[in-house]
């Protein structure tokens, strides 16, 4: 059972290097990191020290404590997942109202042309 | 110096028909109310035509969708100060020679919002079934909602003063299907809608953004849910409490 934990923990070092270097090289943001982080950490602390692990699944009532892993696992994918579609609809109703501005930008820019033309005309008339 | 109404027709894929809109709307209304044309990116030649026509053009970079675009037309009509707003379809149902209907009752009622409605006094016995179904249920909600009586929630054909305007620029996630749900929202918030009879025609040439039992179903769950976002959003305060 413990090369269970094995693999969730050399698992764990490896997703936290990861993300460590994704945001050295800043390929991901600090912010966005963060989670991320303390996911991975979180995954690494439980594997590394399974008795807090196994106390706690008898705690809840899980048979085989690696279950527990997965329950963790699948509840904080979910909410990040969540969290995602959040911010992608928020990031889409500003791309919203930053093409309504651009247009209307646009539509001035093409008004004031068509005046300042009008206005050599006549100057040259 | 502009007039003091402007006319807002959003439009996507309408080449077949928009020609005919803007030259009825020439023909009935003259040189009086000004006409702002929103092309939704169209990809079947509007564009094109639309410089032909020689017609104050809002262009958007990609498609928006009826809402994104109509919002656009709130926008440019509100950064230029205009007082009255119209909103025209550019399918050709709706008719110029209304639009001095919808600007007496304003004159008469000085409600915020006017809806150009086809049901207020006649049956509704041309739409389809689940169409007549949709409408009558919207109905029974914003009377529910609200306490007021909308025959035709479902109309684009509205006349819009600047209060209700500048409400409507400054709403975030301004609704995919901007219907009941908008007029519940606005009766919500203390603005007053007046409904009269009007004319219609049936589209001109080409297929509606309704068309279809997917995009009729969809529109219909879309427009529920936003019913009960806004009756969570004001509840318990606000319902049967209007105030601005």
Redesign the interface.
């Known amino acids: 059972m413990y090369w269970n934990y094995l693999y969730f923990s050399v698992i764990g070092i490896f997703f936290v290097v990861y993300v460590f270097k994704k945001v050295k090289r800043n390929e991901f943001s600090e912010g966005r990191s963060i989670f991320w982080i303390a996911g991975g950490f979180t995954m690494l602390c439980l594997s590394l020290f399974p008795v807090i692990f196994i106390k706690l699944s008898l705690l809840l009532g899980i048979v085989y404590p690696p279950s527990l892993l997965f329950l963790l696992s699948i509840v904080f994918v979910v909410f990040v997942s969540f969290r995602q579609d959040q911010e992608i609809s928020q990031l889409s109703e500003r791309v919203n109202e930053l093409a309504q501005r651009n247009a209307l930008l646009e539509q001035a820019i093409s008004a004031f042309r068509a005046e300042e033309r009008l206005k050599q005309d006549n100057i040259g008339e | 110096m502009h007039n003091d109404l402007l006319i807002i027709i959003p439009c996507f894929n309408e080449v077949h028909n928009i020609q005919g809109v803007i030259a009825d709307l020439r023909l009935v209304i003259g040189k009086d109310v000004d006409i702002v044309v ?1 092309d939704d990116c169209s990809t079947d030649g509007t564009s094109k035509l639309l410089v032909a026509l020689d017609v ?7 498609n ?1 969708g009826y809402s ?1 675009a109509l ?2 037309g709130y ?2 009509a509100f ?1 230029h100060g205009y007082e009255q707003v119209l909103q025209f379809d550019a399918d050709g149902q709706h008719l110029a020679s209304e639009i001095q209907t919808l600007l007496n009752v304003r004159k008469q009622y000085n409600a915020d919002i006017i809806i150009g409605s086809r049901f207020a006094e006649s049956g509704r016995s041309h739409d389809s079934f689940l169409k007549r179904i949709a409408t009558s249920l919207f109905c029974k909600l914003i009377k529910i909602i609200t306490g007021e009586t909308i025959y035709d929630p479902t109309s684009g054909f509205q006349l819009l003063n600047r209060s209700a305007l500048e409400r409507y620029t400054k709403i ?2 301004f609704p995919y299907y901007p219907d009941a749900n908008i007029i519940i929202e606005m009766i919500l918030n203390g603005f007053s809608v007046k409904e009269v009879q009007v004319a219609m025609r049936d589209r001109q040439r080409g297929n509606s953004m309704h068309s279809g039992l997917l995009r009729q179903s969809k529109y219909m769950a879309t427009l529920f849910y936003s019913i009960f976002i806004i009756v969570l959003k004001y509840f318990p305060s606000k319902l049967h409490h209007k105030v601005r």
Do not use: D, S
């Not at chain 2, 104050?56 to 990609?62: A, E, H, N, S, V």
């Open positions: 929103i104050i053009t809002i262009t958007l970079p990609f928006l994104g919002q656009t926008k440019y950064a975030h996630n």
